[in-house]
């Protein structure tokens, strides 16, 4: 196939069930870098760079000139089908989050089970705005320099400076173009993600790992979580937005506990 993301495979055998790792808007595949060693002893492991992020460059763009959710989760299917994985666990986070949801309403029997860290279920008025300014002032800004603010909106504190760290490292690769193609699906991933917040996963095998600091998107979380008992949620203490670097050791053994017990896609803790 043409056209394919770039991504990372580690391949254990074909007897493994394989782990799929989605990340954020200006991240990359090695924001998942923690969770390599401890999760590629026992499953097969996939991690894209999603288009106009790390080494997924050259991708064509809509003539519309902006993406679309529909697009960034086909490209997912199409990485998928190409390697010949019909069915996976996946992991997000942030952002990827919200993909995993859109992916999943399309697709729900190549799901068994979700882990999500700093979910975004919904995206609130003060980031949205934050994202709305800095497309406007695209034509006169470094598109860097938006990441940057969003980074330390989202993670504040000195035990976030590792996130922090990776997130504006990762966001130096993203081009002025690839930029404004993401901003451009501001609106529709707003309107999208209010209207399934109402709605529960389809899963029955997810898991929120969320951060007592995740000041931005904890709180919808919780929401979510009392809204649809589906899902389960656990919040780590000293904890930001991504759990899965600020205490990559914690979130790697309750995540690999969770998809573990995922014997018949009914996973527990």
């Keep these: 196939m043409d056209n394919l993301l770039f991504y ?22 090695l924001t998942f870098f923690p969770q390599l060693k401890a999760f590629k002893l026992h499953y097969n492991i996939l991690i894209p760079d999603l288009r106009g992020h790390g080494l997924s460059k050259g991708l064509p ?10 697009l960034i989760s086909e490209d997912i299917f199409r990485l998928m089908d190409s390697l010949g994985i019909t069915k996976a666990n996946f992991v997000g ?5 919200s993909i995993i949801r859109i992916m999943e309403r399309s697709q729900p029997d190549r ?49 976030h400076r590792e996130s922090r760290r990776l997130f504006i490292k990762a966001s130096k690769g993203i ?7 993401w901003l451009g699906i501001l609106e529709e991933v707003k309107s999208q993600l ?21 000041h931005a998107f904890l709180k919808d979380c919780i929401i979510f979580d009392k809204m649809h008992g589906r899902t389960q949620i656990i919040i780590l203490p000293d904890c930001g937005h ?13 995540a690999l506990e969770f998809i573990k017990k995922d014997v018949k896609g009914n996973a527990k803790l």
């Design 93 to 97: 986070c942030s952002f990827g989050a």
């Design 194 to 214: 209010d209207k399934i917040y109402q709605e529960p996963f389809i899963s029955e095998s997810v898991l929120m790992i969320s951060g007592n600091e995740d």
């Design 242 to 254: 991504l759990s899965s670097i600020d205490k990559y050791d914690k979130f790697n053994n309750i």
């Design 111 to 159: 799901f068994r089970s979700i882990v999500l860290t700093g979910a975004v279920l919904r995206i609130k008025t003060s980031i949205f705005l934050i994202f709305k300014l800095g497309k406007w002032l695209s034509p006169y800004i470094n598109n860097h320099f938006l990441y940057t603010i969003v980074a330390w909106f989202i993670m504040p504190y000195s035990n």
């Design 175 to 181: 081009t002025k173009i690839e930029y404004r193609c």
């Design 8 to 29: 990372r495979r580690y391949f254990n055998s074909s007897e493994k069930n394989w782990v799929i790792f989605i990340h954020g808007i200006g991240g990359n595949s």
């Design 61 to 70: 763009i809509p003539a519309c000139g902006k993406y679309s959710l529909d």
